[in-house]
């Protein structure tokens, strides 16, 4: 059985901007009210929220879509890309955020919460699992299986992978 390799920074790049093109598109449809409707098909699209949270640099607010997931009170969220995901940094940054889940006009305030890092939870590889599993086309294009990995082969496929923890405002 042979090594998987690490991607290319040349592939990495193409992905990124490729999720950038496409945030643009999720982010307009999401502002005419068809949130829902994205979140139509989880199997396919997977299950989206829009993070809003507060440039680390510019100081604006700035608007994500994300795949997540639910557990307990809290939404649950991967950084694919990493520590470089500049959604990631924003909010190690300014923690404070805001999050409109599907149904939810991006117009409106959102829910209140706070984002933080969750890599030392102990259930990461599940709560990781969870999250891929709810992103649809999103794990497979990264080359993530989850229903073909078992939790060890999951857990060194997504070592570079952020997890992140939203708590809901009190």
Same mark, same amino acid.
Do not use: K
């Given at each position: 059985?042979?090594?998987?390799?690490?991607?290319?920074?040349?592939?990495?790049?193409? @992905?990124?901007?490729?999720?950038?093109?496409?945030?643009?598109?999720? *982010?307009?449809?999401?502002?005419? @009210?068809?949130?829902?409707?994205?979140?139509?098909?989880?199997?396919?699209?997977?299950?989206?929220?829009?993070?809003?949270?507060?440039?680390? =640099?510019?100081?604006?607010?700035?608007?994500?879509?994300?795949?997540?997931?639910?557990?307990?009170?809290?939404?649950?969220?991967?950084?694919?890309?990493?520590?470089?995901?500049?959604?990631? =940094?924003?909010?190690?940054? /300014?923690?404070?955020?805001?999050?409109?889940?599907?149904?939810?006009?991006?117009?409106?305030?959102?829910?209140?919460?706070?984002?933080?890092?969750?890599?030392?939870?102990?259930?990461?590889?599940?709560?990781?699992?969870?999250?891929?599993?709810?992103?649809?086309?999103?794990?497979? *294009?990264?080359?993530? /299986?989850?229903?073909?990995?078992?939790?060890?082969? *999951?857990?060194? =496929?997504?070592?570079?992978? =952020?997890?992140?923890r939203i708590r809901p405002a009190r």
């Open positions: 059985m042979s090594a998987r390799r690490a991607p290319s920074a040349r592939r990495v790049g193409a @992905g990124r901007r490729a999720f950038r093109v496409l945030n643009r598109f999720m *982010l307009r449809f999401w502002w005419v @009210g068809s949130g829902r409707m994205l979140n139509a098909w989880p199997a396919g699209t997977g299950r989206i929220l829009v993070l809003g949270h507060v440039g680390r =640099r510019s100081g604006l607010l700035r608007r994500t879509p994300l795949n997540y997931a639910p557990v307990g009170p809290d939404l649950f969220c991967v950084a694919g890309f990493g520590e470089g995901s500049d959604w990631y =940094r924003n909010v190690l940054a /300014h923690p404070e955020v805001r999050v409109w889940l599907p149904g939810d006009p991006i117009g409106g305030d959102g829910t209140a919460g706070r984002a933080e890092p969750a890599d030392d939870d102990p259930d990461r590889t599940a709560l990781v699992r969870q999250v891929l599993a709810a992103s649809g086309f999103a794990a497979h *294009l990264a080359g993530v /299986h989850v229903g073909r990995l078992d939790d060890a082969a *999951l857990a060194r =496929r997504t070592v570079g992978y =952020r997890l992140v």
